[in-house]
């Protein structure tokens, strides 16, 4: 049995601690908020986030950041990507040994460009940080916590702790790969919700699944050509956290990626869906970075492009699928011959 913290009890983190709990590890769930906490300790549930869940007795939650953080060997990082830095540092004050750090969030840092990794390692000394290990793949919470079979991805440069993280979480329910390709993982998990949002538009201004299937398949180039100018594992992305993930995001009306592109497609302005949303819609800000990344690399990235272009420049969502669709003639493989 280990100690492990998780930080963050939205649908992600909870389903997470659920995973763990019901593997008869001593796991603390976090929240910022002392009602949501007393809920989870005292009512066994989370209403907000996972309305028919009833939660492990032996799942316990706090809102006392510093028990938290003393509680573990193991801290579980389940916060979205823009509280990534800000949780970190002030985690700080209270890491007097080394503890295993796991990711599972998904997005890149605008205007930085970094990682998820990258930010953590920047925040937490080496002094601190015995490994980082990211946790990714086709996974969505409404289902890990029916115990629906999930299969997803451990990553890390430090192979020992991936297969520690491996061993925790993996139950006969919950199935778990380890990766050494961290830019890989991190890349197809960031990336595939931006595809997402666009799958969510195609959907909502009603083009059908000819329309569907080729922006995945074109979002999957896209998101392998920017991953392996990187230096990223090319078949890191025919893997769970490049096409399942991108699938399963893509056509389940469980992604608040594909429900905010879907609401955009039928005329929503992007205000309007992050505001009725109610939940970090992550592909948002990460279709910014990819759109720096792309241009940083010099990697062509039409359907990030386009995407950027309705999000942050005001092109109708039609015109943008429009000037996708004219664009100049190309032979479909070009885009692998530096695969």
Request: proline residues 3%; contains cysteine; negative net charge.
């Given at each position: ?40 300790t005292t009512n066994h549930t989370n209403k907000k986030y996972l309305p028919e869940?009833?939660l492990p007795t032996n799942l316990k939650a706090t809102s006392d950041f510093q ?190 990626n594909w429900r905010a592109g879907n609401m955009l497609g039928k005329g929503a ?71």
């Amino acid at each position: 049995m280990e100690k492990v913290t998780v930080l963050g009890a939205g649908s992600w983190g909870t389903a997470l601690a659920m995973v763990l709990a019901n593997n008869e590890h001593d796991c603390l769930l976090w929240s910022h908020r002392e009602d949501q906490a007393t809920e989870i300790t005292t009512n066994h549930t989370n209403k907000k986030y996972l309305p028919e869940t009833i939660l492990p007795t032996n799942l316990k939650a706090t809102s006392d950041f510093q028990q938290a953080i003393q509680h573990a060997n193991v801290i579980v990082i389940a916060v979205p990507t823009k509280a990534i830095r800000e949780v970190c540092q002030n985690m700080l004050p209270f890491l007097a040994e080394k503890k295993l750090f796991v990711h599972v969030s998904k997005g890149i840092e605008p205007d930085s460009l970094k990682r998820i990794s990258e930010m953590i390692a920047e925040e937490l000394s080496e002094d601190v940080t015995e490994a980082i290990v990211v946790l990714s793949g086709p996974s969505h919470a409404e289902e890990v916590v029916l115990k629906h079979p999930t299969t997803i991805t451990v990553a890390s440069e430090n192979m020992v702790a991936a297969e520690k993280v491996q061993d925790l979480f993996m139950n006969k329910s919950f199935r778990v790969y380890t990766n050494d390709d961290v830019i890989g993982v991190e890349i197809g998990a960031a990336l595939k919700n931006v595809i997402a949002l666009a799958a969510g538009i195609v959907d909502g201004l009603g083009y059908g699944d000819n329309a569907k299937a080729a922006l995945i398949t074109r979002g999957l180039a896209e998101i392998s050509r920017l991953g392996i100018s990187l230096g990223a594992q090319p078949y890191t992305f025919s893997g769970l956290t490049g096409m399942g993930d991108l699938i399963v995001t893509c056509t389940s009306v469980h992604s608040r990626n594909w429900r905010a592109g879907n609401m955009l497609g039928k005329g929503a302005t992007l205000n309007t869906v992050l505001e009725e949303m109610g939940m970090v819609v992550e592909g948002v800000r990460t279709t910014k970075a990819a759109y720096q990344l792309a241009t940083k690399q010099q990697v062509d990235m039409p359907i990030t492009k386009a995407l950027y272009s309705v999000l942050f420049e005001q092109v109708n969502p039609k015109e943008a699928v429009d000037i996708l669709m004219h664009r100049t003639k190309k032979h479909e493989l070009e885009d692998y011959k530096t695969f």
